[in-house]
Each structure stands twice: as structure tokens, then as C-alpha cells.
């Protein structure tokens, strides 16, 4: 069956101490607290990612990374390639998040390619997808997000799928303070793992993670997370605070 996972995304944020500081506190906080059977991923700006996986042997929380290159290595000044990542001892990396779709103008081809690089580095890639306010209004939300998934994973084989997590994030809801109802959560999940089912069968989409991101925060992540369909979150301003974020972690 699917790990309920929750999944901090530091973004660009906190110095060096406000890092460590954060980890630290993590750190403490989880030795008294108890997550079941969460797993609970922190996926901190690239320069303290040793910083995170040096502190997530001796406790609760496995390390990812926020992006990598599509290339193997060579001449792209300012990419990280997944051989780096790899020997970096993390497990996850988000990939697609709408702030590089949209920033970085990312397609899903090179999307694609990302999470070939990842698999290829034995690690597991976190794909993003979500529409945007005028999508969803114009009720082109299963439309654009059926592309993203179709473009940017249903080259892999079955048992490549079987490493990827999804993380529907609506982009209207992040960072916004504005998420999406239980309802569209759970509709929208629904919706992405029937896609999977039919492309690679029930088993797969049954073991498939889909977690939802966007303005979830500890009052609200249990009514998300009741949805069958919603098996935890990718969270950004909340991930930043410990007590948040473990809060949400608590939320099944
Ligand atoms: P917020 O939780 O700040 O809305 O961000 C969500 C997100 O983009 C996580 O990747």
C-alpha cells in the first residue's frame, strides 16, 4: 500500500544558522513525537543539504533536493546533476514545481528528462503539476494536468513508476493563503490516479503517493489529508516553521 509522506519545501529560504537552527530543532522535536506511519521529507535549498542528511541518520526525516539538471554533467554553470545528488546520501528531489515552470520556463520534455537523470541516480523524483487560476476557471484543470502527468511520466516503464510521487499543487494555492477545497483535492486525485490505472493498472496507481501542496497549514491539513485519494502534503511556507510543519505531519 502507498506511504502517507509529508514533504517540506524550504524554497529560497533561511541563512546557514536559520538552516541549522531549523534542522536542529526538527531534530529534537521529533525524538518525542510520535509521526506513525508518515514519512516526513525535508527538502532544503542545495547548499544545506549535507547540512540535513548529516542529522537525518540518527533520526526521522529522510533529505531531497528542490531541482536537478536534465544533463549528466559537463558546461552548465549553476546545475547540479543527479550523480552529484546521488552521492549527496539524499533520497527524493521535487521536480516541475510550477515556480520552475514558470520562472525557468520548464516543459515537460525537459521535465521528462529530469526524472530519467533521477532514476537513473536511484533517487525517487517528487513530480509537481497544477493548474493555474485562469485554467481552472476556464475549467481546464484535468486538461492541463492530464499533459503534465502524460508528457512528463508516461514514458517510464511500470516499474520505474513505481519510484515516482506526485504532488498536486494548484497554483492559485500556493503561497497564496488560498487552498483548494477538500473537495477539488479529492477530485483532482482521484482523477490522477485514475489516469495511472489506466496507463500502468491498479496496482501501480494504488501504490502511487499523490500529495497535495498549496497554503496547507496545520488547520487545515487534516480535512485534507481524510480524502482517500490524498496521501499527505508537499509544504512550503509551513515546512519553514518545526512546530508547523509537525503539526502537519500529525494531521493523518
Ligand atoms: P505553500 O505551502 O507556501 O503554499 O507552498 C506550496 C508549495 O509550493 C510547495 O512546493
Known sequence: MRKHIVAGNWKMNKNFSEADDLINQLVEKLESTDLGDTQLIICPPALYIELASDQSDESYFMVGAQDVSEHDNGAYTGEISADMLENMAIDYCIVGHSERRAYHHE?????????????????????CCGEVLEEREANKQFEVVKRQIVDGLFHLTAEQFA??????????????????????????????????????????????SI??????????????FANPDVDGGLIGGASLKADDFLAIAQSF
Open 107 to 127: 516543459t515537460d520534455e525537459q521535465i521528462a528528462r529530469k526524472v530519467d537523470q533521477l532514476l537513473k541516480h536511484d533517487l525517487r523524483p517528487i513530480v
Open 163 to 208: 519510484d515516482i510521487v506526485i504532488a498536486y499543487e494548484p497554483v492559485w494555492a500556493i503561497g497564496t493563503g488560498k487552498t483548494a477545497t477538500p473537495e477539488q483535492a479529492q477530485e483532482m486525485h482521484a482523477y490522477i490516479r485514475s489516469l495511472i490505472a489506466e496507463k500502468y493498472g491498479a496496482e501501480v496507481a494504488d501504490n502511487t
Open 211 to 224: 500529495l497535495y501542496g498549496g497554503s496547507c497549514k496545520p488547520s487545515n491539513a487534516k480535512e485534507l
